[in-house]
């Protein structure tokens, strides 16, 4: 009976994946190479994959407010992880900066979902993430579950972006048929309005947001171990960065995307990127280091003629944590525990906010200004 059980969670958490090594990976970094990582998105970029197999896509809009000191996010996901069966869930999250108690997380399964519009918008029974024709906007209506009533449109400002004319990560022993993949595309900038309504209450979310459509075709804890994301929201600025750390099967190799943006066009897309946890504190709850200061670096050169040198720094002391998530908290808690020890699989998601100054310096140009920090750090194994 632990063998079948330890067989079967190995084949979900990762344990059963070989050492493949670190020739078994082509990050996006490397097909880019020493030229323009910055290409607009092309309609076909628009679709959603939604791969046959193992599979985790999602499309995530980031909104911050005007109105209240609010942070948001809504998020489809898309997944199938091992079975014969696709699910989909939307999820709302309305922090509440200066009311934690009336923060606001729903989860909720989906049923009689379908793609519509070439693939381009997302239906499903009392939910609509529609892209308008002109792709230039989404208009997003949910009310499957009445803690959280969401109606607004997001309307792109920045050109929207990806890495490398493919934006693809890519696994496997020959890299012209890859057994999984990664990627993501980005609207760095875009206008909001609309509302969410959170346990009654009417939110105006009016304001500014950023979206990113990610997808991980393959088991996700094979393909990643460690996540870091940062979004630097200021008023004339954006700025987006997304990483990976692949497990030790594909030789620990780190992957950072990322982009700085204004409303008026990219300023760059970078690859050059780093993260450094500068201090940590132990969770004693979860025995993860958890971070308490943090530095990134975002590093490349212009979009438009990539020719002058880009970099923006922040070295942020992380402020009040907004979430400590749990990922395997769905689960039963005597399988949760088995899962830990055989595996040594412990998934969790550490979400902060915080004020920082930044240093942006594009070409002779140097600018200090401050901002708002959004980041999120996951330790899986």
Known sequence: MKAWLQSNIAYY????????????????????????????????????????????????????????????????????????????????????????ENDLWTSTNLSEFTFEDNKQSFKADKVSFQLQPDRRSYKVQCSVCMDSIIDFTFERLAPPFKIGEHATTSYGTDHTKPWATMKHSFWPRASVTGSIVAHGKVIDVT???????????????????????????????????????????????????????????????????????????????????EPTRIEYVWSGKDAETFTKDVKLEVDAELGRRLERIDVLSEIPSWLRGFVHGISGTKPFIYQYNSPVTFSLTIGDEVIHEDAVLFNETTFIS
């Open 13 to 100: 958490t990762g344990t059963a994946e070989p050492i493949y090594g670190r020739e078994a990976i082509e990050t996006v970094e490397e097909v880019v190479g020493d030229s323009n990582p910055f290409h607009e998105l092309e309609p076909i970029d628009y679709q959603w994959d939604t791969p046959a197999s193992s599979h985790v896509e999602t499309e995530t809009f980031y909104i911050k407010p005007v109105t209240g000191n609010y942070m948001c996010f809504v998020q489809i996901i898309h997944s199938n992880l091992g079975s014969w069966t696709t699910t989909a869930q939307v999820v709302c999250r309305v922090f509440d900066l200066s009311n934690p």
């Open 207 to 289: 304001g500014s947001g950023m979206f990113v459509h990610a997808l991980q075709n393959g088991k996700p804890q094979h393909l990643g171990c460690a996540w870091e994301f940062a979004l630097l929201l200021h008023s004339k600025y954006t700025a987006v960065m997304m990483q990976f750390k692949t497990p030790p099967s594909y030789g620990s190799a780190v992957v950072n995307v990322g982009g700085i943006a204004t409303d008026e066009g990219v300023v760059a897309a970078t690859v050059k990127n780093s993260v450094v946890h500068k201090a940590t504190k132990l969770d004693p709850d979860t025995e993860w280091q």
